[in-house]
């Protein structure tokens, strides 16, 4: 294709490729690559909406110190400056970097070299600490290293697919599709799914078990004694293993309570010993937990005792979340690692390292791990601070007091593409970063797949690369010669160079093969699965029981369920779950620019079984309140019984910039696991009220609102912002509260108010267009919000009617983000016999056509219609 791009989709862990064509005027469009491996063309919801999130709205253009806008050179003499002050008087490990698996593998290369050579700390870690800790741990424990054994291929060639604790088809949706065609192709395959909730994955589940929250080792050593007792061993592949005999020991003595019906759990064990081709995908409900290393080996042991790993449709598969969690990996960004999978207390290696980097020290003990670093910079004991492509003080647990912590430190630099953040919000100086469109580099994806990602728009303002940050810093810390880096091909020969004495040191990441790359072959270069060496590109590893353990051999580790940190008290009886939706990206910096992204769930919501929901009181759309010995959070509920009575379940996206009450990690206590040290972001307990609300409110405005309420939450929309208003208080006069709200002093203002109900709704028109309007009720208020949203700008003609005249349907809220439909839309289709099908739905409507995210959610309406025709 001419005039297009070929780079990698900036979110998810899949690693879509995409082909990138700049129209010439700053805006991009996005396509799936065909000839992508990840994706061959395929792309999800959030992945076709990139371009609507390269906008300039809100990038942060020059580098800021203390407020006020500089230049570079200021900006990072004063970087430099600070940090060797602080080495100098309370030493190196006074200094900590925070990084995130969002950054390329080059940025993320060069801030490790800096810190573990040059400033000679180990204090670097990074998000992925409460993302992929507890399975690099587990992996190092069972293979002597952190190797994903398998590919995604092997998802597709299984005959039995087990999710454990992923909800693949929000969080991976282009593999999830995968998975739902071969499964449609091939409908003798199975698929288990394991989460305490109901989630649209289950859509494609022959079995959902809703297991107790945190039992996973409890049902992963009850498959191994089924193992066992069922004669699946595989007798030749153990004799590559150590430790079985105790591993079997401790499956029989552990007596958790997997809180599954004896039947299902006899039924799943069966189903895995009859089919050879298993696969178990694991993620965050596997990671996120007090037991979660421990999660994963007793995944992995099963596998190992039969043998299934590392062959076609069969093994262990983590699948990473962030686009670059698995390079991080690689480089070594982990305070517990070395780089290219070397470790640090490993002396030979050290050694290795500070040769090849020329460098003056390598630390021999690990650092801090990310929530210890933030502990120590609450202390005091951390004096200058550098965070970068991460948003901590939304995403650590026990947020507020990681908020309070950075902003009481020294000296805080942040490298982002915005000032809006929670966390930029707190820095001393800010350095802005070249967004995904904008840079160069390479990622690789769950399958060890390195893809390049290229720059298609010119970055804007004074954005440099976060490598290009890094390396101007160590260079005004006086390691000219070893940052001197002319690009990113440059870092990444480096890199791979490096890599080769792994190799040597026959560990897996090698890919010295690319070693030697010039710049033009690194500007063209092919996506590549490691490792690449000039014996072997790719494939999987383990088929033949060659472990990287000092004596080659795998380990079976015993495990033993434990409950989840915190114990449900009468004062905080239930257990708080977190995770993701479908069309937002974590603190939504980007996802929440895409107006058509915004519209899927638009607000921070809490689900809650109906039998506890009636109990509290709490009627649907009222509003929550969340409370840990942590923190609190208030938050819309969602009634819903796809969650289990006693457990409720809140997404991670909000921040003080979207919804400042709706920071749900301002409620999870920071508890870690005891080998990873990652914390258990699944199972806070909490207590769970009614917020009394004395009103509420929705606002749909053109220009940017100033909410002084209590309780709300934006999201953006085509042409403004949508809002969700609360409040304790009475307010006297609306129109004056209105006119602050919008920033609106003297526009004309329709008003149509009925003080006595306490119903309030106000336009506000410039000329005869509706530039916002209010509406305010004592409950929930009922109108159409996407209806609302769209008639911004329109004639001001029964807007106050907060909903479409009745000659005109509404749509309802949107499914299919792609196309705009509503659900109203769909579940009228269906009512009425035209679609009865999610294809028939997509042939009648398109809904469900283009990404394909939302085919589940589609699948659960059709099934509510035919639940309730049944009930009839
Ligand atoms: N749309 C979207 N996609 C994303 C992201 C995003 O922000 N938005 N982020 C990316 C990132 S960084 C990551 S790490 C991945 C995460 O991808 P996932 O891990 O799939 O996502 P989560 O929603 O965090 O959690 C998965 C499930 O774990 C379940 N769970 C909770 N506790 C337990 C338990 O004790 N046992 C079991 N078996 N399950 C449990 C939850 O109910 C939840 O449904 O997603 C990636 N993809
Ligand atoms: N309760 C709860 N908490 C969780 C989780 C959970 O499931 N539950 N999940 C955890 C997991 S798995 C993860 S991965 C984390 C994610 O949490 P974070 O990494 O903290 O969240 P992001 O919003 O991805 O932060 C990325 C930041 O980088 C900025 N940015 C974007 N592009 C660039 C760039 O090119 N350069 C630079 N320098 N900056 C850029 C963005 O504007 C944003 O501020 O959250 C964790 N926290
Ligand atoms: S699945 Fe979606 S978010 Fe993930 S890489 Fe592919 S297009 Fe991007
Ligand atoms: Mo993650």
Redesign the pocket.
């Known amino acids: 294709m001419t005039g297009s791009v070929r780079s990698?989709?900036?979110?998810?862990?899949?690693?879509?490729g995409?082909l990138l064509t700049p129209d010439g005027l700053g805006g991009l469009e996005v396509k799936?690559d065909p000839d992508h491996p990840?994706?061959r063309g395929?792309?999800?919801?959030?992945?076709?909406a990139?371009g609507e999130t390269v906008g300039l709205e809100g990038r942060l253009l020059s580098p800021r110190v203390d407020g006020r806008d500089t230049h570079w050179d200021s900006a990072l003499n004063l970087v430099a400056k600070r940090f060797s002050d602080a080495i100098a008087m309370h030493g190196p490990d006074a200094v900590a970097f925070y990084l995130s698996g969002q950054m390329l593998t080059e940025d993320y290369y060069v801030a490790n070299k800096l810190m573990k050579g040059f400033i000679g700390s180990a204090n670097v870690d990074t998000n992925s600490r409460l993302c992929m800790a507890s399975t690099v741990a587990g992996h190092r424990r069972a293979f002597g290293t952190d190797t994903v054994p398998g590919t995604y291929e092997d998802l597709e060639e299984a005959d039995l697919v087990v999710l454990v604790g992923s909800n693949l088809a929000w969080?991976?949706?282009?593999?999830?599709?995968r998975l739902s065609a071969a499964k449609v192709a091939r409908p003798a395959m199975r698929v288990v799914v394991i989460d305490p909730r109901r989630t649209a994955t289950c859509d494609i589940a022959d079995m959902h078990l809703p297991i107790a929250p945190g039992a996973d080792v409890a049902l992963f050593n009850r498959l191994f004694t089924a193992i066992y007792e069922g004669g699946a061993l595989d007798k030749d592949y153990l004799a590559h293993t150590d430790g079985f005999d105790a591993a079997l020991r401790a499956a029989y003595a552990d007596k958790g309570d997997t809180g599954l019906d004896a039947a299902a759990v006899e039924a799943f064990c069966a189903l895995w010993l009859r089919t050879g081709k298993v696969v178990t995908v694991f993620s965050q409900g596997v990671n996120q937990s007090s037991s979660g290393t421990d999660k994963v080996n007793a995944i992995l042991n099963c596998h190992l005792a039969t043998g299934r790993i590392g062959k076609p449709g069969m093994g262990p598969f983590s699948v990473t979340g962030q686009?670059n969690a698995m390079g991080g990996r690689e480089v070594g960004g982990l305070a517990n690692m070395l780089a290219c999978h070397m470790e640090l207390e490993n002396a030979e290696h050290r050694q290795a390292v500070r040769t090849f980097w020329e460098a003056p020290t390598v630390p021999s003990a690990p650092g801090l791990k990310a929530t210890e670093m933030f502990d120590a910079v609450e202390r005091g004991e951390i004096r200058a601070l550098w965070i970068i492509h991460t948003n901590p003080a939304v995403t650590l647990p026990e947020a507020d007091r990681v908020r309070a912590a950075i902003a009481g430190c020294d000296f805080v630099v942040v490298s982002d593409v915005t000032d809006a953040t929670d966390t930029a919000r707190l820095a001393h100086v800010l350095l802005p970063a070249t967004a995904w469109a904008e840079k160069d580099g390479t990622v690789t994806?769950s399958d060890r797949t390195i893809s390049r990602q290229r720059a298609a728009l010119t970055p804007p303002g004074q954005a440099r690369p976060d490598w290009w940050h890094l390396a101007e810093v160590g260079k005004r810390m006086g390691w000219t010669r070893a940052f001197d880096y002319a690009g990113p091909a440059e870092i990444f020969r480096e890199h791979a160079a490096l890599s080769g004495i792994a190799g040597r040191f026959g560990l897996d990441f090698d890919i010295s093969g690319l070693a030697d790359l010039s710049d033009s072959a690194y500007a063209s270069m092919a996506p590549a699965r490691w490792p690449v060496t000039a014996a072997r590109q790719g494939g999987r590893f383990f088929a033949d029981g060659a472990f990287y353990t000092l004596d080659g051999r795998a380990r079976l580790v015993p495990v033993i369920s434990r409950a989840p940190a915190a114990p449900l008290t009468d004062a905080r009886p239930f257990r708080l779950n977190t995770g993701r939706v479908r069309d937002q990206?974590h603190t939504m910096t980007r996802s929440g620019t895409s107006p058509r992204l915004s519209r899927h769930l638009a607000e921070p919501y809490l689900e809650i079984h109906p039998i506890d929901a009636t109990r509290l009181g709490l009627r649907p759309a009222e509003l929550a309140e969340v409370e840990s010995n942590a923190g609190r959070a208030v938050l819309r509920a969602l009634v819903t019984d796809q969650v289990a009575p006693g457990q409720v379940f809140a997404p991670m996206h909000w921040t003080g910039e979207t919804a400042p009450t709706g920071r749900i990690d301002a409620v999870v206590a920071s508890v870690t696991d005891p080998v990873s040290g990652q914390p258990e972001s699944k199972a806070a307990a909490v207590a769970v009220s009614r917020w009394p609300a004395a009103w509420y409110g929705f606002a749909a405005t053109s220009s940017k609102p100033a909410p002084r309420a209590p309780y709300w939450a934006a999201a953006c929309s085509q042409g403004g912002w949508r809002l969700e208003l609360a409040g304790t208080n009475t307010v006297e006069d609306w129109q004056t509260e209105a006119r602050v709200l919008f920033g609106l002093p003297d526009a004309a203002c329709l008003d149509m108010s009925d003080v006595r109900r306490g119903v309030h709704r106000l336009a506000f028109l410039d000329g005869d267009r509706v530039v916002a309007a209010l509406f305010v009720a004592p409950e929930p208020v009922a109108v159409s919000r996407d209806w609302l949203a769209g008639a911004l700008g329109g004639e001001s003609a029964g807007i106050l009617a907060g909903r479409p005249a009745g000659d005109r349907p509404d749509p309802g809220p949107i499914v299919c983000s792609c196309l705009n439909v509503g659900v109203n839309t769909i579940l009228s289709a269906v009512e009425s016999g035209t679609a009865m099908s999610v294809e028939a739905v997509g042939a009648a409507l398109g809904a469900g056509t283009s990404?394909g995210?939302c085919r589940p959610e589609i699948a659960a309406l059709i099934a509510r219609v035919h639940a309730w025709e049944a009930a009839e």
């Open positions: 990698t989709c900036a979110y998810c862990g899949v690693g879509c995409v799936g990840a994706n395929r792309l999800c919801g959030k992945g076709a990139l969080c991976h949706p282009v593999l999830y599709q686009p994806n990206w990404c995210s």
